[in-house]
């Protein structure tokens, strides 16, 4: 097996577990998880949610997104602020593609590669990391669950 198989192997599985850990969000419109991974460790992780401290209803009465939900990607940059820990040269994995302000974030935090698997109708996000020269993968895990 060569390097860029054995890459996208461990892609592919990250992406995997992503996706699980959306499933801690108690956000009903979208579930997104992340994680960053250094040196083929998890040094952080985060999904879409409530502040800490707030009550975990992420949407209004009419199915809106309160404004002060976090993006998954906030939460685990955010995290690595409160540890030892630090992104440079980091992969962040994400269920779903980076808007903006996520995106600042992520060139802020010295993170190099993104790999997402679910497409945004919006993609400047996507298009920010192009232009700060951040490496930016996408793969559907779906089109390879049973390999």
């Given at each position: 097996?060569?390097?860029?198989?054995?890459?996208?192997?461990?892609?592919?599985?990250?992406?995997?577990?992503?996706?699980?850990?959306?499933?801690?969000?108690?956000?009903?419109?979208?579930?997104?998880?992340?994680?960053?991974?250094?040196?083929?460790?998890?040094?952080?992780?985060?999904?879409?949610?409530?502040?800490?401290?707030?009550?975990?209803?992420?949407?209004?009465?009419?199915?809106?997104?309160?404004?002060?939900?976090?993006?998954?990607?906030?939460?685990?940059?955010?995290?690595?602020?409160?540890?030892?820990?630090?992104?440079?040269?980091?992969?962040?994995?994400?269920?779903?593609?980076?808007?903006?302000?996520?995106?600042?974030?992520?060139?802020?935090?010295?993170?190099k590669r993104v790999v997402y698997a679910k497409e945004y109708?919006?993609?400047?996000?996507?298009?920010?990391?192009?232009?700060?020269?951040?490496?930016?993968?996408?793969?559907?895990?779906?089109?390879?669950?049973?390999?």
């Open positions: 097996m060569d390097k860029n198989e054995k890459q996208f192997k461990l892609d592919l599985r990250y992406l995997r577990m992503a996706r699980i850990w959306s499933e801690n969000s108690y956000c009903k419109r979208r579930q997104v998880g992340c994680l960053v991974v250094k040196d083929k460790m998890i040094i952080s992780d985060g999904y879409n949610g409530t502040p800490s401290g707030f009550e975990n209803i992420c949407e209004d009465e009419n199915n809106v997104t309160h404004p002060y939900v976090l993006h998954a990607e906030a939460n685990a940059i955010t995290k690595l602020a409160r540890s030892s820990n630090n992104s440079d040269g980091a992969t962040l994995y994400v269920t779903d593609a980076p808007c903006i302000e996520c995106s600042k974030l992520i060139i802020q935090a010295g993170i109708r919006l993609t400047d996000g996507l298009d920010l990391l192009a232009k700060a020269k951040i490496e930016v993968i996408h793969i559907n895990p779906d089109k390879y669950e049973n390999k």
